[in-house]
């Protein structure tokens, strides 16, 4: 009998393979400064990409609705007693699908359909699902939302006090996609402890700096406490639920099965790779070089001239706001694509631009400590991304210079190349 070769993804797909080949290339050759993005480990891709997701596994370790997990149950019992211990939590929910998922099924858990909700709103660097009005945190609950302080842009305890006070809302989320300082999880704790109502934290963005022990954690002060796996915390994509035991039956139900069916075993395998890692004290090194590089480059963008929301920074992002230089972030965050600089444009607190041209820039320095860049190379990194601003700036409304975009992708992959990028 002739032996069969099973053709690789090259073979059968060669148009997907291509364009991955070429996400492959993008990655390594880019300076990538996305708040929200990281470079996941080669054993983290691996548990990722492994035979797990073939298998259905409805329910929680020992007690499912198909046979067969052998292998299962112990990945998943692996992955809640990591992620407890990162973090020391009491319980944690390791299958929610993402950082969304996550944050309805706690809503399912904990709250009823048009109950109060409080949350820090998306202009003022909160998330969507905190109850932004299109979102289903908004949309099902009724939501009210603080914000920031007008003179320094930092939430406003005293606001988030009064309109709980006033709202009594059943459950208050702490956290953000776009702030630049810490949170004070003790004083939403006393707020949420005075009107009745559950504590939540939202640990997306700041996860990794959390397990590695430089930004304080919530979990002493929260009811429950959601995240994304891998935004700092340097996992595959997923999400994560730790909680107090007393909520654990209602919140394990709200997951599965409120919202979710079969967990996704192989990214539950790669959280658990991704909790080991982050067990490891190269982590605790790895979340400090993230902070101290963050503030090297707040210090050198300053230096040439620009403003920072608040000023500075005291986690893993900066908030650039261009008002000086008289563009709007859409533009200038497209040329700097086109030089090989990815980040984002993002509203600033009390934008007087439109969300979808805002008057921001956010930057965030998990992806290219990664790859082990230290607080030196961020003169460096500030000097690329002023000349593409100014090379954006130059080109107005034709786009950048072709010719200035090229040098600076020349400069980028050289300043790079001694550093190789995990997973790739
Ligand atoms: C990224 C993020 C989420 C959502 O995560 P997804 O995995 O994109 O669904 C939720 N909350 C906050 C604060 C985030 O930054």
Not at 305 to 312: E, F, I, K, R
Request: proline fraction near 6%.
């Amino acid at each position: 009998m002739e032996s069969h070769r099973e053709p690789d993804l090259r073979e059968v797909d060669p148009e997907i393979a291509a364009l991955i080949e070429g996400e492959d290339r993008r990655q390594r050759e880019s300076l990538r400064l996305i708040a929200s993005e990281n470079y996941a480990s080669k054993a983290v891709l691996e548990a990722s990409a492994s035979t797990l997701t073939n298998k259905y596994a409805e329910g929680y370790p020992g007690r499912r609705y198909y046979e067969g997990m052998d292998f299962v149950d112990p990945i998943e019992r692996l992955a809640i007693d990591r992620a407890k211990r990162l973090f020391g939590a009491e319980h944690a929910n390791v299958q929610p699908y993402s950082g969304s998922p996550a944050n309805l099924a706690v809503l399912l858990g904990l709250c009823a359909p048009g109950d109060t909700i409080m949350g820090l709103s998306l202009p003022a660097g909160g998330h969507l699902t905190h109850g932004w009005k299109v979102s289903a945190t908004g949309i099902y609950y009724h939501s009210v939302q603080y914000g920031v302080r007008r003179e320094d842009h930092r939430i406003d305890m005293d606001q988030v006090r009064d309109l709980a006070r006033e709202q009594r809302p059943k459950l208050i989320w702490c956290g953000h996609s776009a702030y630049p300082r810490l949170l004070d999880f003790e004083a939403f704790a006393a707020i949420a402890q005075e009107v009745g109502a559950y504590l939540v934290a939202d640990i997306a963005h700041i996860a990794g700096l959390i397990a590695g022990g430089v930004h304080p954690s919530p979990i002493p002060h929260a009811d429950a406490v959601t995240t994304t796996t891998h935004k700092t915390l340097r996992g595959p994509r997923g999400g994560l639920i730790l909680c107090k035991a007393e909520h654990a039956a209602k919140i394990d139900k709200a997951v599965f099965p409120g919202l979710q069916g079969g967990p996704h075993n192989h990214t539950t395998a790669a959280k658990a790779v991704a909790f080991h890692e982050a067990l490891q004290p190269a982590f605790k090194a790895y979340a400090a070089q993230i902070v101290a590089n963050a503030k090297a480059l707040a210090a050198r963008l300053i230096e040439r001239g620009y403003d920072l929301v608040t000023g500075g920074t005291d986690n893993h992002l900066l908030l650039v706001d261009l008002t000086r230089q008289g563009v709007g972030g859409r533009k200038v965050a497209r040329d700097l694509n086109a030089c090989g600089i990815e980040l984002n444009a993002n509203s600033i607190p009390f934008d007087p631009r439109k969300p979808f041209d805002p008057s921001g820039l956010r930057i965030g320095l998990a992806s290219v400590t990664s790859r082990g860049l230290g607080e030196a190379a961020m003169d460096g990194i500030a000097g690329v991304i002023d000349a593409g601003i100014k090379a954006s700036l130059a080109g107005g409304a034709e786009g950048i210079d072709p010719a200035a975009a090229e040098r600076l992708k020349g400069q980028i992959r050289e300043m790079l190349a001694p550093f190789p990028a995990p997973g790739l």
